[in-house]
């Protein structure tokens, strides 16, 4: 059974990076950095959204990948317990 990724780390540089956009393209980033995060779809972006997207875009892919390693792990650990 396939779990759903439930949470992600938002940092406080994301947000002050958004903060001078205006509200529709904060929007689209926001969404982009969700759809990412959660569900490891990119989201095509234009201007400087995608500008933003791209310097963000690292470290919600570094951090996809240190979860998925995280849960590999734990299933190992799991499968290793006496009880």
């Known amino acids: 059974m396939a779990t ?3 949470s992600f780390v938002f940092y406080r ?3 002050e990076a958004l903060q ?4 529709k393209e904060r929007l689209k980033v926001y969404d982009a950095i969700c759809e ?3 569900n490891e779809n990119d989201t095509k972006l234009t201007g ?3 500008t933003i997207f791209t310097l963000i875009r690292p470290q919600i892919l570094s951090n996809t990948e ?3 390693n995280g849960k590999k792990r734990w299933k190992t650990k799991k499968r290793n317990h006496w009880f």
């Open 4 to 6: 759903e990724k439930e």
């Open 13 to 15: 540089s994301f947000f």
């Open 20 to 23: 001078d956009l205006k509200d």
């Open 36 to 38: 990412l995060a959660l």
């Open 48 to 50: 400087i959204a995608k």
């Open 66 to 68: 240190k979860y998925k």
